[in-house]
């Protein structure tokens, strides 16, 4: 069973860069859309990008577009999320999440089977 985990998140300041990563293990990613999901605080999960499995198409939530860029590397069973030009809004914990076998790049939460604990992002001023 596949199991994901995010990593590099922490503190940054307004306008800078983080780049998450999501590691997976278990079976290889390369069947697996990948999705990146952030929670702020006291609002509902939201979908942020995906990239899809076999073609690596790419997709984006509008507030994120031209800042964020999602990637992946299935040699090494890890995606990425480099965060450029960040916003105090962009503050919350992000999720890496994944869905065996499908085309195109589900944007519902429920969608997904196999979710990481999370990592924390705070953008201060």
């Known amino acids: 069973q596949l199991q994901v985990a995010e990593s590099g998140g922490g503190l940054v300041q307004s306008g800078g860069s983080l780049r998450l990563s999501c590691a997976a293990s278990g079976p290889t990613m390369k069947d697996y859309t990948i999705s990146w999901f952030r929670q702020a605080p006291g609002k509902e999960r939201e979908w942020l990008s995906c990239i899809s499995r076999r073609s690596g198409f790419t997709y984006y939530r509008d507030s994120v577009k031209d800042r964020f860029i999602v990637s992946r590397d299935d040699a090494q069973n890890t995606a990425y999320l480099r965060m450029n030009k960040l916003k105090l809004e962009d503050t919350g914990v992000y999720y890496c999440?994944?869905?065996?076998?499908?085309?195109?790049?589900?944007?519902?939460?429920?969608?997904?089977?196999?979710w990481g604990q999370g990592t924390q992002v705070t953008v201060s001023s």
């Open positions: 999440a994944a869905k065996y076998h499908t085309f195109g790049c589900p944007r519902e939460s429920t969608e997904y089977g196999y």
